[in-house]
T-cell receptor
Framework: AQTVTQSQPEMSVQEAETVTLSCTYDTSESDYYLFWYKQPPSRQMILVIRQEAYKQQNATENRFSVNFQKAAKSFSLKISDSQLGDAAMYFCAYRNYGQNFVFGPGTRLSVLP | KAGVTQTPRYLIKTRGQQVTLSCSPISGHRSVSWYQQTPGQGLQFLFEYFSETQRNKGNFPGRFSGRQFSNSRSEMNVSTLELGDSALYLC???????????FGPGTRLLVL
């Protein structure tokens, strides 16, 4: 069964600085999707970024980018120029065809003013 | 397009009762998934419905059931409620299932 691991339960970053959240996953599939979701205190899960495994280029969305290492099964999220509104729980997720989404345990990110 | 909506947003029940939660997906989305989120267990997958058929099921007891209607709206039912069922129940929709899931605001259930 696929598993997703986030080894950092909590992290903090100074406003305007850069932070990287780690995620590793276990799969024997070659085609799959990886996601980062953000859950702020309002509890609404919001998509941050998505990566298709067949794409070698790392996905980027404004201040958010990923470092996708397929061979190492690693999918880290980099947040640049951190803002107070980035404070949230971040979940890494995996999905392949025919399977349900598998979420990691989450990393709580605090942004310090 | 309107986002995923869930009703009710908050619910208080007592042990032994049953509850039905509703989810309306984004227009055009045919896949609806349900999750239970608790502080101790994190985000756990309950089931996924696609075109009125259950496509995937998580490891939950039979007290948890669901269904999907022809308009893709989905309901989730929990019978014989237990204290441990207190959680945030999230619904998510996607076009076919493999793509990005968009989440609703959740239903917070408290079982007393």
């Amino acid at each position: 069964a696929q598993t997703v691991t986030q080894s950092q339960p909590e992290m903090s970053v100074q406003e305007a600085e850069t932070v990287t959240l780690s995620c590793t996953y276990d799969t024997s599939e070659s085609d799959y999707y990886l996601f980062w979701y953000k859950q702020p205190p309002s509890r609404q899960m919001i998509l941050v970024i998505r990566q298709e495994a067949y794409k070698q280029q790392n996905a980027t969305e404004n201040r958010f980018s990923v470092n996708f290492q397929k061979a190492a099964k690693s999918f880290s999220l980099k947040i640049s120029d951190s803002q107070l509104g980035d404070a949230a729980m971040y979940f890494c997720a995996y999905r392949n065809y025919g399977q349900n989404f598998v979420f990691g345990p989450g990393t709580r990110l605090s942004v310090l003013p | 397009k309107a986002g995923v909506t869930q009703t009710p947003r908050y619910l208080i029940k007592t042990r032994g009762q049953q509850v039905t939660l509703s989810c309306s997906p984004i227009s055009g989305h045919r896949s609806v998934s349900w999750y239970q989120q608790t502080p101790g267990q994190g985000l756990q997958f309950l089931f996924e419905y696609f075109s009125e058929t259950q496509r995937n099921k998580g490891n939950f007891p039979g007290r948890f059931s669901g269904r999907q209607f022809s308009n893709s709206r989905s309901e989730m039912n929990v019978s014989t409620l237990e204290l441990g069922d207190s959680a945030l129940y999230l619904c998510a929709s996607s076009l076919e299932g493999i793509e990005t899931q968009y989440f609703g605001p959740g239903t917070r259930l408290l079982v007393l």
